[in-house]
């Protein structure tokens, strides 16, 4: 059985608007339609940007809120599945809101959710003094016969992530992010997704947001490392196929996931 799954990434600015930002995904949701995409995944943050001085508690939903729920009828309309960012309430943890990326099947139908469990707290940023992590790996979910992880922008530094994800089936993850510019950070951007790929001989996909302060270069990285599409610092949609034909083929000729050591090393 050929299995395939074609999956667009949103390369965008983000505005602190989160209605601005629906018709942003309206827009995006129309150019993946063109081009038969089954899933369109949305950077992190997606639903609003953060503002300095005003606690993401003034835009946080519920995940069954009006945000996921417009969400929810923009896929089901285009009959496109959506992964995206957004901020979730968290009653009782004051001003402070959980970073959450939710997956939802061209039926509009909740399919996963994922709380990011790496802060950043580094660079200069501290993400935990706005968001509140999470304590859950992130799920594996299907769409079409492919099983899909998922994972938050700085997630992509703790390769034990992805190995647990790829352990328990994944074939492609793919990873909202606000990936900062910065000295050498997109070296570690592209060259982080590219590892991540290469040593769990998955499909990587990480869509970035664009625009000041962020990095760009949204990319597709195949299970053997290859760069399938990737943008540049500008506004783009980033579309390539998932192949399970192309992940079994490179897995009988590199099976370092059967070599893995369970146990062991704590995996």
């Given at each position: 059985?050929?299995?395939?799954?074609?999956?667009?990434?949103?390369?965008?600015?983000?505005?602190?608007?989160p209605?601005?930002?629906?018709?942003?995904?309206r827009?995006f949701?129309?150019?993946?339609?063109?081009?038969?995409?089954?899933?369109?995944?949305?950077?992190e943050?997606?639903?609003?940007?953060p503002?300095?001085g005003?606690?993401?508690?003034?835009?946080a939903?519920?995940?069954?809120?009006?945000?996921?729920?417009?969400?929810?009828?923009?896929?089901?309309?285009?009959?496109?599945?959506?992964?995206?960012?957004i901020?979730?309430t968290?009653?009782?943890?004051?001003?402070?809101?959980?970073?959450?990326?939710?997956?939802?099947?061209?039926?509009?139908v909740?399919?996963?959710?994922?709380?990011?469990?790496?802060?950043?707290?580094?660079?200069?940023?501290?993400?935990?003094?706005l968001m509140?992590?999470?304590?859950?790996?992130?799920?594996?979910?299907?769409?079409?016969?492919?099983?899909?992880?998922?994972?938050?922008?700085?997630?992509?530094?703790?390769?034990?992530?992805?190995?647990n994800?790829?352990?328990?089936?994944?074939?492609?993850?793919?990873?909202?992010?606000?990936?900062?510019?910065?000295?050498?950070?997109?070296?570690?951007?592209?060259?982080?997704?590219?590892?991540?790929?290469?040593e769990?001989?998955?499909?990587?996909?990480?869509?970035?947001?664009?625009?000041?302060?962020f990095?760009?270069?949204?990319t597709?990285?195949?299970?053997?490392?290859?760069?399938?599409?990737?943008?540049?610092?500008g506004?783009?949609?980033?579309?390539?196929?998932?192949?399970?034909?192309?992940i079994?083929?490179?897995?009988?000729?590199?099976?370092?996931?059967?070599h893995?050591?369970?146990?062991?090393?704590?995996?």
């Amino acid at each position: 059985m050929v299995t395939k799954l074609t999956v667009s990434l949103a390369q965008t600015s983000v505005s602190r608007d989160p209605a601005a930002n629906l018709q942003t995904a309206r827009r995006f949701l129309q150019q993946a339609a063109a081009q038969e995409t089954d899933l369109i995944a949305f950077p992190e943050m997606f639903m609003a940007r953060p503002q300095e001085g005003v606690p993401l508690t003034a835009v946080a939903e519920p995940i069954d809120g009006p945000f996921v729920n417009a969400l929810s009828a923009l896929a089901a309309e285009y009959g496109i599945a959506i992964v995206c960012g957004i901020w979730q309430t968290v009653q009782g943890h004051g001003k402070r809101a959980a970073n959450v990326v939710v997956a939802l099947g061209p039926d509009g139908v909740l399919l996963a959710h994922y709380n990011k469990v790496h802060l950043f707290d580094a660079l200069s940023v501290r993400e935990s003094d706005l968001m509140l992590g999470g304590n859950m790996p992130p799920p594996v979910f299907s769409l079409k016969g492919i099983q899909l992880g998922l994972a938050i922008c700085y997630d992509l530094r703790f390769p034990e992530l992805f190995r647990n994800l790829a352990l328990r089936g994944a074939d492609a993850v793919i990873v909202p992010s606000a990936w900062y510019a910065g000295t050498m950070k997109e070296e570690h951007w592209l060259t982080l997704l590219q590892a991540r790929a290469i040593e769990n001989t998955m499909y990587v996909c990480g869509a970035n947001l664009c625009g000041p302060p962020f990095a760009a270069r949204t990319t597709i990285f195949d299970p053997f490392g290859a760069m399938l599409a990737s943008s540049g610092e500008g506004e783009a949609l980033v579309t390539a196929r998932i192949d399970k034909a192309r992940i079994e083929d490179v897995r009988s000729k590199l099976p370092s996931l059967t070599h893995v050591r369970r146990g062991l090393f704590n995996n």
